[in-house]
């Protein structure tokens, strides 16, 4: 449903799940059989209106702010 929904690439849903890409390939195609069978459709999440005008600003903060750099552990 994920991948339906969201558009999620198969390679990040294995790495949220935990497993490979090969079952999560393998659970897709089982998911959209059965939604065929059953006639049922998802439909994908529509961005809502004005949001690529509203990205930028949260976007630009992040390039180039020096407290944004990645700070070793040890």
Known sequence: MLNLRLSLPD???AH???TSRSTI???LTEIRDL?????HRIEPVTAPPGLPTRIPPYALQAVG???N???SAC
């Open 25 to 27: 390939r393998r659970a």
């Open 65 to 67: 702010n020096p407290e």
């Open 35 to 39: 939604l065929d069978q059953h006639g």
């Open 69 to 71: 750099k990645i700070k």
């Open 11 to 13: 390679d990040t849903l």
């Open 16 to 18: 949220l799940f935990g």
